[in-house]
Nanobody, 120 residues
Framework: QADLAESGGGSVQAGGSLRLSCAGY??????VGWFRQAPGKEREGVAT????????YYDGSVKGRFTISQDNAKKTVFLQMNSLSSDDTAMYYC???????????????YGQGTQVTVSS
């Protein structure tokens, strides 16, 4: 069972940057990913990293702007978000679980989320 904690959310103007952090995933998890949910919309996957191979996956809407990375020593996964727009406004959640080549197989849990608000 994952005990995930996200941090780093906040308010930023369009074009700005934020870096989210996710810590607390179990050693048994080989995959960590970021999801987001805007009001009135379904939760969507943003980025995933396979901790074993460093294989990454990005949704088309964030490709080239967001970067997911890991710090193995700190057991933390980061999501660097650049060139933010109002479309990126959402609650961002990290999830941990099992995956193969950044394709999810099983979820171990989600964090409580961190709010990202981008003003235009």
């Amino acid at each position: 069972q994952a005990d995930l904690a996200e941090s780093g959310g906040g308010s930023v103007q369009a074009g700005g940057s934020l870096r989210l952090s996710c810590a607390g995933y179990a050693y048994s998890s080989n995959c960590v990913g970021w999801f987001r949910q805007a009001p009135g919309k379904e939760r969507e996957g943003v980025a995933t990293i396979d901790l074993s191979t460093s294989t990454t996956y990005y949704d088309g809407s964030v490709k080239g702007r967001f970067t997911i990375s890991q710090d193995n020593a700190k057991k933390t996964v980061f999501l660097q978000m650049n060139s933010l727009s109002s479309d990126d406004t959402a609650m961002y959640y990290c999830a941990a679980g099992d995956c193969y080549a950044a394709t999810w197989l099983k979820f171990h849990g989600y964090g409580q989320g961190t709010q990202v608000t981008v003003s235009s």
